[in-house]
């Protein structure tokens, strides 16, 4: 069960509302098995995952 974040611009906080957007310049990976929390990026150590990730990612978002 992994969750990935791929590197996107604009604020990782939003202040007014008190939300963390999610949003950082480098991609970002979780193992939700290990991770609930996702406290530990995993996106330096798996680059084979997060290039697996970004091209199911761009599969999804081709058929929008």
């Avoid at 939300?19 to 991770?35: C, F, I, K, R």
């Avoid at 798996?46 to 599969?59: D, T, W």
Wanted: charged residues 30%; negative net charge; hydrophobic residues 35%.
């Amino acid at each position: 069960n992994w969750v990935f974040l791929p590197a996107l611009d604009g604020p990782r906080y939003f202040d007014s509302v008190g939300t963390d957007t999610g949003n950082s310049h480098w991609d970002q990976l979780y193992d939700l098995d290990a991770d609930i929390s996702q406290q530990r990026n995993r996106a330096q150590d798996m680059p084979e995952k997060v290039a697996e990730m970004k091209q199911c990612l761009e599969g999804i978002l081709q058929r929008r």
